[in-house]
């Protein structure tokens, strides 16, 4: 499992299934080889936080984090448009992006959910993914700024993403 896929999984609204996975996680996570030890020291923190918590509070501190504080949202064109009408070409662009690739999004949610955008980050190859991810690497910065402002525990998760992502501009 690669870290866009754990990540994808560790952003999604936590539900029972991802707490009883929390094992086949860590196996994951221990086996990945594309995972640094500075990332996986990160994400075996957040692992540890959910194993402790009660489910209907993170369902909670998730809600109130991402879907009531628009600061937060994973919907990453808000960043950059808010619900400005060019918004909405920026969406289908990232649609058209997916089907470029034979993806069809198969879910509810719009193409610049973090969380899918992971998803398919997790299909490319290393590079490729990263210079996906590069594009965004302003809006993950501002995302992870946020959420630590707000002590957020998934500021870690953003900024291996963010970290990622400007490893591509580092080497351009």
Known sequence: MTIYKLLSVLLEYPEQDLLDAL?????????????????????????????????????????QTFDLTPEHSLHLTHHLFGDDKNRGPALIDLTELYKDYGVEVATKELPDYLPLILEFAAYQEDSEAQDFLSDAVKVFAVLAVNLEKANSPYAPLVRIIENRASLNRLAA
Not at 31 to 46: C, G, H, I, P, Q
């Open 23 to 63: 094992p086949e996680i860590r196996l994951a996570l221990d086996d990945s080889l594309d995972v640094n030890e500075a990332e996986r020291a990160v994400v075996r923190k957040f692992l540890a936080r959910l194993d402790r918590g009660n489910l209907t509070e993170l369902q909670e501190e998730y809600v």
